[in-house]
């Protein structure tokens, strides 16, 4: 079934056209993700996908009902956007940051109840943090935090993780496992997951689709293909040092094998 179908979609915001005639097609279960420079519409395409801003032009279907059916029932996406809106000195625990992740399910008004609890820990788990289940939210460091917000979106079951930036605030040594850990939860949980990153140069060998977007999609298809010179240089509009995809290149054809 088709997880993300998009026809036409062109977006304009204050004045100014952002996304321009975009059509992407994703099957359930498989993992997308969206590269491109800061400001080239990533964070908009996702917003437009999640209902938060509506298309001037074109259809968008997300399991073949229009995001804003989507987002009225609450249970559809698990969302981690850009930037966290836990203020930083606000006094809340890692376990009552995943709890908000349920009241999509339970309603506002409505107590949690100890299947609600019980879930959270169970992302808890999966995320490997369930030890800081008590340490208030400030007190994380960022891969910390951004495993948190990840159990949040994952606690209420949706059919989609997106994620905008994800390795915000994570050391370049950790990314590497990070994204290991995407992958895993794509494969356990059969998820279809959106990623929006500006890191090309390590995602394709994690994804099994990429889409390079700025302004409109300069390429679709297989990951490798989004390491091409020429595809760089249109999604940057600049030269580009291919030096070092060499190597990323050989794990994503590893990857093809498993």
Not at 145 to 164: N, V, W
Not at 214 to 239: R, S
Not at 246 to 255: H, Q, S
Request: with cysteine; proline share 4%.
């Amino acid at each position: 079934m088709k997880a993300v179908e998009i026809k036409n979609l062109t977006v304009r915001l204050n004045g100014r056209e952002v996304l321009n005639n975009l059509f992407l097609s994703l099957d359930e279960g498989r993992f997308l993700g969206v590269v491109g420079p800061n400001g080239g519409g990533k964070t908009t395409l996702l917003k437009a996908i999640l209902g938060l801003i509506k298309p001037s032009s074109g259809d968008i279907r997300v399991f073949g009902k229009s995001p804003e059916e989507v987002l009225k029932s609450g249970r559809m996406f698990g969302y981690l956007p850009q930037v966290s809106k836990v203020a930083q000195d606000f006094p809340i625990r890692v376990i009552d940051i995943v709890m908000m992740g349920r009241y999509g399910r339970i309603g506002m008004l409505r107590w949690p109840k100890e299947e609600d609890r019980r879930k959270a820990l169970e992302y808890l788990t999966v995320m490997g943090i369930e030890d800081l289940k008590y340490v208030p939210f400030s007190e994380l460091s960022g891969g910390q935090q951004q495993r948190t917000s990840i159990a949040r979106a994952l606690a209420g079951e949706p059919k989609i993780l997106m994620l905008d930036e994800p390795n915000t605030g994570i050391d370049v040594i950790g990314q590497g496992d990070f994204y290991h850990l995407l992958k895993g939860l794509q494969k356990r949980f059969n998820i279809t997951i959106l990623m929006a990153s500006h890191d090309i140069g390590t995602i394709p060998a994690y994804v099994d689709e990429i889409a390079c977007l700025n302004y409109t999609f300069h390429y679709q298809g297989d990951p490798v293909g989004a390491l091409d010179e020429t595809v760089l240089n249109d999604l940057f509009g600049k030269d580009v040092d291919l030096l070092h995809h060499t190597d990323i290149c050989e794990k994503c054809e590893r990857l093809r094998r498993v």
